[in-house]
Antibody
Framework: EVQVLESGGGLVQPGGSLRLSCVAS????????MSWVRQAPGKGLEWVST?????????YYADSVKGRFTLSRDNSKNTLYLQMNSLRAEDTAIYYC??????????????WGQGTLVTVSS | EIVLTQSPATLSLSPGERATLSCRAS??????LAWYQQKPGQAPRLLIY???NRATGIPARFSGSGSGTDFTLSISSLEPEDSAVYYC?????????FGQGTKVDIK
């Protein structure tokens, strides 16, 4: 059974940092790109970032997070990370880890985690 | 950035009726369009990928069609559990984008 499980969310002050983790199981982690998608309270979905399937040599970021967020993956641990720095109030959202249905960074998301809530507030 | 516009914003139908949801792209996305269902408090679920391919485990009453800029998600005979928000998503160009969603209410 395919599973993705996020952790690391919480309350952080503006300008602060947080690292999200996503542990995947039930599929060959190295064969698929992985992504983060977020959803602000009561709002729609926003594709945040994607990392390619291999050693993580290819990264893509939404303009809204470029230069502040860093995506990485540890294929030996089947784990995806999102390092979030210089957080802003507008980054407040549920962050979903999502498995791409291909190795390609432009993908559809066939499995999602339950989400982890990030709240940026003083 | 490709903008996806979904219509209508809300659809209120009775069980057994047919639902037709629309997604229009600001430029061609070929067939690189997916549909998701999201229920309150839950993560989205992939229904349709590449315009017309049903994802694993999705009932046959869900179908997708279209190419280029105009796409449709159809639910042939609504069930009470189909009450949800439905999003389209394009993977033609980076950044990938989502539509704003259509809420389906079952009367």
């Amino acid at each position: 059974e395919v599973q993705v499980l996020e952790s690391g969310g919480g309350l952080v002050q503006p300008g602060g940092s947080l690292r999200l983790s996503c542990v995947a199981s039930g599929f060959t982690f190295t064969s698929y790109a992985m992504s983060w998608v977020r959803q602000a309270p009561g709002k729609g979905l926003e594709w945040v970032s994607t990392i390619s399937n291999d050693a993580g040599s290819t990264y893509y970021y939404a303009d809204s997070v470029k230069g502040r967020f860093t995506l990485s993956r540890d294929n030996s641990k089947n784990t995806l990370y999102l390092q979030m720095n210089s957080l802003r109030a507008e980054d407040t959202a549920i962050y979903y880890c999502a498995k791409c249905n291909s190795a390609w960074y432009l993908c559809s998301f066939d499995y999602w985690g339950q989400g982890t809530l990030v709240t940026v507030s003083s | 950035e490709i903008v996806l516009t979904q219509s209508p914003a809300t659809l209120s139908l009775s069980p057994g009726e047919r639902a037709t949801l629309s997604c229009r792209a600001s430029q061609s996305v070929s067939s690189y369009l997916a549909w998701y269902q999201q229920k309150p408090g839950q993560a989205p679920r992939l229904l349709i990928y590449d315009a017309s391919n049903r994802a694993t485990g999705i009932p046959a009453r869900f179908s997708g069609s279209g190419s280029g800029t105009d796409f449709t998600l159809s639910i042939s005979s609504l069930e009470p559990e189909d009450s949800a928000v439905y999003y389209c998503q394009q993977r033609s160009n980076w950044p990938g984008t989502f539509g704003q969603g259509t809420k389906v209410d079952i009367k």
